[in-house]
Each structure stands twice: as C-alpha cells, then as structure tokens.
C-alpha cells in the first residue's frame, strides 16, 4: 500500500457559484475541494493550513473508520481541538475500504461555508459490475446568508430559522435568479451572465456504460436526483456494494454517497437535463439543473425538452419504498450478528430550551464541550462534561409521535453514551412530530467510525414485540448514513469494536447545531498514545507537556 500526500490551503475567497457573489471558504481556491483518490489499503496524509485568519477549523473524512487514529477522525469538541488560524494540521489515516466517500468541515456551521469533498477509494479485488468511464457529482444546497449570520439566527432570542435555501448546486454550480432579488444590489454581486454560474455539464459518449458516483452534502435539503430520460441501476452505497436495482430518480439524504450505472443509449443528437429537486419539505428552492451532454453536441447547449417534473414533495412512500430497496449484493453481504446486547431507542423532539427552538434526543438537546472527549477521557481529565449519560429510551406507552408535545422537560446536556467494548449495539431512531401541527421532518442520521447494519424501516411508532422480528438479517446493507422518514422509525446494529469516541448526529447542518446528536464513547482504554497536535484547548492545555 502507498502513502498519498495532499497539502492543502483552506481560506476566504469570494465566488459566485450560483450567480451571486459571497464570501466562500476554499481548498486551494476551489469549493468543492480537490477529489482524494487512494487506492484500497493506503495512507493518506493530508496537511491542511488554516489560512483563514479569524477562524478556526477540523475536517471530518466522512465514511472513512479511523480504525487505530480515531485522533484523526476530524470532529472538533470530540476528537480534537479546533486548528488554529495560520495553524497547519497533519491528518494521517487508513483507507481500509474500497469505494465513495466524502470530508467536510466539522466545527461549528462551517461545512455550508464551502469546505467539503470527495474520497474515491480504488479497489484492490474486482467489482461486481462493470462500466467504462468513472465520473462524480456532488450535490449540495446554498444559502446567500452566511454560515456566521445562520448560526447567529438559530442562537437568538427569539429564535431565527434559516429558511431554505437559495439554491441547489450541482458539483459546485447553480443558477439563482437575479431578478428575484429586492432591489438589484450594486453591479455585480449577482450577475447571470457570470461563467461561474454557468450549469454543470457531464460530456458522455454514446453507446456506453458511466459509473456514476452520486454524493449528497446538502445543508437542509433531502433530494432527488435525475437524468432525464436514462435509468439508473445503484450497485453502491456509503462503500458498500448493493444487490443493483433500477431506479427513475435516485432520493439521496446529506452524507450519503451512491454509485449508479447509466447507460448512454439515448439519442446522441442531443442533450438532456440533470435535475436535482428538494423532496420532504414543501419546496421554495427552484431545481438544480445540470447537463448530460452527449458528444460531439455543444456541452452547455440546452436540451430541446423541459427538466422531467420531480416526484411530489411529500410522497414519503415512494422514499420509504427506495429505502427499503437498498440491500447488500450476495457476494459482498457481511451478516449482522443476531442477537444484541443493548438497544438504544433515539426519540427525535423539537423542543423549546430557555425561549430557544431545539431538537432534542430522548428530551435531551446535544451541545459540544469545549475539551474533546477524546483527550478528557483518555487523559482522565474530570469536569469537563457531564458524567450523566443520556437516557437508552423514552416513554414509549405515553409519548405520542403524531401530535405537538411540548416536552417541557427538554434539557440540554453534553453526556455521552459509554459503550461496552466489543459489543453488539442497535439504535432505535423514533421520529416525531416538531412543534408545528402535522409535521414530521426527514434525519439524516450520520455515525464516525463505523458501518452499521441497516436492519429495518417502519412507520409510526417502533413496536419492540413485534418489528425486530422483521429486521433483515439475511442481506442488511451496511451504510454510516441512513434516514429515519417521516413519523417512521429506523432500525440499526453496529458493532463497538473500534477504540475511541464517535459522534452520531442528524447530517443537517442546522438541526446537528440545535442539538440533534449524541456520542459514543467504545475502549477507550484500548485507545493508543493521543499525537498533540490534536490537544491545546480547554484542559487539554495541561497535556501537551506529556508527548
Ligand atoms: Cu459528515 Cu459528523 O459528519
Ligand atoms: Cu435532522
């Protein structure tokens, strides 16, 4: 195996990826950043300078298990201290799997700012497909509104929501409508006729078989995604291969990653519309549109047809349906093991803490510590966050999903679950209904450090006598990202074999920072000597001396 080296320069830069100009934080001057790409088994080491002089930083290598450096899992609060302004950061870790993956900024709301990316991992075995030409699209949501201003809304006094997006970008590109603007803003900060805001365009040549690798890093925003007229057939998930189904347009939630094969037999005389619609929230955002352009036609020529209509916003069925779809492939299926030794049921509330709109877990709304837990505990360093753990459950005979609670007993806590080692953990996500009448949102719900088993979906409320008796355990794929649907439940199994403490939180950006996510914390005794550079905040200050 070999070593990959990558240096980066994070910074401010202005750019216009949709049309209009804002401030963006870069990697060498590109959002989305440079593509990773490693072969199964190598090392990558990347060196990250935090150029951006009144920030801090981290980034997470989402998907990636950290097996052995769990100190490089990239989670500011829990695996490490922030990287400071004009600070340089050495990551070095493990790409023990072949297949898709991402990173992004982990600290504070700082992923929407631009700072995200994909990890293309090469197998060393053969796939059980095959394609011609490998090609990646990001998918992701934009807010005009800084990363700095949404966080400040969702901390006011009263409460600010941050609306939905502007915009939806494929790979980087969107295209807002300048004329929707109040009152046309001085020249040039939101100009349509900019190349930047120019759509994405895939040039494909006729007569072959593309490996798609479909990513989704949206801030809010469920989607679905689709190229006009051309089925997909999806062979992986999150860097598991799955038993290929066919689908029209693909749903994928934030911090998932998907590889489908798109055949080009269409007529080659044209081109056609890639789509990216928001599903599960009545949409205000306008679709993202992208190319699929045949060669030789002209890349940013428009397609002689409108953008194919997207599924109903609010048709969960057909989502619950594609997630029931997803299943490992028989030769690549890794089987659960039966039987667990804990469970652990997740109520997903809105509450209200102290005037201010939450989401909570088990009435419990997640804040970060200022010490990671990775250095508190493995330091033995006391009182830097609450020893209580959260609750494994709620009032499942008493709490009503369907209906507004008020959950007045909401606290805020940033206790941590403490896993036996070497144990067989599932985790019960219940959703609810918020604080608004007849409403239930979409989680994304992400885990660092491992691959769970996904053994079920269900609606309404999770019934303990009988819905585990329909978990799959025959081919369950195995993701780290997975949704729990409206008023629905999802059933997970991992394993707490990996040494260290991993976070497990809702992938939107927003609902992560009111508090909805929780930690693990799994042998840490087992845990090797902390590096220092990931010390140097909070009480961690008093180790540095020790390495
Ligand atoms: Cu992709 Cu904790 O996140
Ligand atoms: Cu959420």
Same mark, same amino acid.
């Given at each position: 195996?070999?070593?990959?080296?990558?240096?980066?320069?994070?910074?401010?830069?202005?750019?216009?990826?949709?049309?209009?100009?804002?401030?963006?934080?870069?990697?060498?001057?590109?959002?989305?950043?440079?593509?990773?790409?490693?072969?199964?088994?190598?090392?990558?080491?990347?060196?990250?300078?935090?150029?951006?002089?009144?920030?801090?930083?981290?980034?997470?290598?989402?998907?990636?298990?950290?097996?052995?450096?769990?100190?490089?899992?990239?989670?500011?609060?829990?695996?490490?201290?922030?990287?400071?302004?004009?600070?340089?950061?050495?990551?070095?870790?493990?790409?023990?799997?072949?297949?898709?993956?991402?990173?992004?900024?982990?600290?504070?709301?700082?992923?929407?700012?631009?700072?995200?990316?994909?990890?293309?991992?090469?197998?060393?075995?053969?796939?059980?497909?095959?394609?011609?030409?490998?090609?990646?699209?990001?998918?992701?949501?934009?807010?005009?509104?800084?990363?700095?201003?949404?966080?400040?809304?969702?901390?006011?006094?009263?409460?600010?929501?941050?609306?939905?997006?502007?915009?939806?970008?494929?790979?980087?590109?969107?295209?807002?409508?300048?004329?929707?603007?109040?009152?046309?803003?001085?020249?040039?900060?939101?100009?349509?006729?900019?190349?930047?805001?120019?759509?994405?365009?895939?040039?494909?040549?006729?007569?072959?078989?593309?490996?798609?690798?479909?990513?989704?890093?949206?801030?809010?925003?469920?989607?679905?995604?689709?190229?006009?007229?051309?089925?997909?057939?999806?062979?992986?998930?999150?860097?598991?291969?799955?038993?290929?189904?066919?689908?029209?347009?693909?749903?994928?939630?934030?911090?998932?990653?998907?590889?489908?094969?798109?055949?080009? !037999?269409?007529?080659?005389?044209? /081109? #056609?519309? @890639?789509? *990216?619609?928001?599903?599960?929230? +009545?949409? =205000?955002?306008?679709? $993202?549109?992208?190319?699929?352009?045949?060669?030789?036609?002209?890349?940013?020529?428009?397609?002689?047809?409108?953008?194919?209509?997207?599924?109903?916003?609010?048709?969960?069925?057909?989502?619950?349906?594609?997630?029931?779809?997803?299943?490992?492939?028989?030769?690549?299926?890794?089987?659960?093991?039966?039987?667990?030794?804990?469970?652990?049921?997740?109520?997903?509330?809105?509450?209200?803490?102290?005037?201010?709109?939450?989401?909570?877990?088990?009435?419990?709304?997640?804040?970060?510590?200022?010490?990671?837990?990775?250095?508190?505990?493995?330091?033995?360093?006391?009182?830097?966050?609450?020893?209580?753990?959260?609750? !494994?459950?709620?009032?499942?005979? /008493? #709490?009503? @999903?369907? *209906?507004?609670?008020?959950?007045? +007993?909401? =606290?805020?806590?940033? $206790?941590?679950?403490?896993?036996?080692?070497?144990?067989?953990?599932?985790?019960?996500?219940?959703?609810?209904?918020?604080?608004?009448?007849?409403?239930?949102?979409?989680?994304?719900?992400?885990?660092?450090?491992?691959?769970?088993?996904?053994?079920?979906?269900?609606?309404?409320?999770?019934?303990?006598?009988?819905?585990?008796?329909?978990?799959?355990?025959?081919?369950?794929?195995?993701?780290?990202?997975?949704?729990?649907?409206?008023?629905?439940?999802?059933?997970?199994?991992?394993?707490?074999?990996?040494?260290?403490?991993?976070?497990?939180?809702?992938?939107?950006?927003?609902?992560?920072?009111?508090?909805?996510?929780?930690?693990?914390?799994?042998?840490?005794?087992?845990?090797?000597?902390?590096?220092?550079?990931?010390?140097?905040?909070?009480?961690?200050? $008093?180790?540095?001396?020790?390495?």
């Amino acid at each position: 195996a070999g070593v990959r080296h990558y240096k980066w320069e994070v910074k401010y830069d202005y750019r216009s990826p949709d049309c209009y100009k804002k401030l963006v934080i870069t990697i060498n001057g590109k959002t989305p950043g440079p593509t990773i790409q490693a072969q199964e088994g190598d090392t990558v080491v990347v060196e990250v300078n935090n150029k951006l002089l009144t920030e801090n930083l981290a980034i997470h290598w989402h998907g990636i298990r950290q097996i052995g450096t769990p100190w490089f899992d990239g989670t500011e609060g829990v695996s490490q201290c922030p990287i400071l302004p004009g600070d340089t950061f050495v990551y070095r870790f493990v790409v023990d799997r072949p297949g898709t993956y991402l990173y992004h900024a982990h600290y504070g709301m700082q992923r929407e700012a631009g700072v995200y990316g994909m990890i293309r991992v090469a197998p060393n075995d053969p796939e059980p497909f095959s394609y011609d030409f490998d090609r990646s699209i990001i998918l992701n949501d934009w807010y005009h509104r800084s990363t700095y201003e949404q966080s400040a809304r969702l901390s006011a006094i009263p409460f600010q929501w941050v609306g939905e997006p502007d915009s939806l970008l494929i790979h980087g590109k969107g295209r807002y409508n300048c004329s929707l603007l109040p009152s046309l803003p001085a020249a040039g900060v939101c100009n349509s006729s900019n190349p930047e805001c120019s759509p994405f365009s895939q040039t494909v040549v006729s007569g072959k078989t593309y490996r798609i690798r479909v990513a989704s890093l949206t801030a809010l925003s469920a989607l679905s995604f689709q190229i006009e007229g051309h089925n997909m057939t999806v062979v992986e998930a999150d860097g598991h291969y799955v038993d290929p189904f066919v689908v029209k347009n693909l749903y994928i939630y934030s911090g998932e990653t998907y590889s489908v094969l798109v055949k080009t !037999d269409q007529d080659p005389s044209r /081109n #056609y519309w @890639i789509t *990216s619609n928001v599903v599960s929230r +009545n949409r =205000t955002t306008p679709p $993202g549109l992208g190319i699929f352009n045949y060669y030789p036609n002209h890349p940013m020529r428009s397609p002689p047809t409108s953008p194919p209509p997207p599924p109903a916003w609010d048709n969960v069925e057909s989502r619950h349906t594609q997630s029931l779809a997803i299943k490992a492939h028989q030769n690549y299926t890794i089987k659960p093991p039966t039987t667990s030794d804990r469970v652990i049921v997740l109520l997903n509330t809105q509450n209200t803490i102290d005037n201010v709109r939450h989401w909570s877990v088990n009435n419990v709304s997640f804040f970060l510590p200022h010490t990671p837990y990775l250095v508190a505990l493995k330091e033995n360093i006391t009182g830097e966050f609450n020893q209580t753990p959260p609750p !494994d459950g709620y009032d499942f005979n /008493n #709490y009503d @999903i369907f *209906s507004v609670a008020n959950n007045t +007993n909401a =606290t805020s806590s940033n $206790g941590i679950y403490r896993l036996k080692f070497n144990t067989t953990v599932d985790i019960i996500l219940q959703n609810a209904n918020t604080m608004n009448k007849n409403n239930s949102e979409t989680h994304p719900w992400h885990l660092h450090g491992h691959d769970f088993w996904v053994l079920g979906y269900g609606k309404g409320k999770f019934d303990a006598n009988k819905d585990p008796k329909n978990y799959n355990l025959v081919n369950p794929i195995m993701k780290n990202t997975v949704p729990v649907h409206s008023f629905g439940w999802t059933a997970l199994r991992f394993r707490s074999d990996n040494p260290g403490v991993w976070a497990f939180h809702c992938h939107i950006e927003s609902h992560f920072y009111m508090g909805m996510g929780v930690v693990f914390e799994e042998g840490i005794e087992r845990v090797g000597k902390l590096p220092s550079s990931i010390m140097g905040c909070g009480k961690s200050k $008093g180790f540095l001396g020790h390495n």
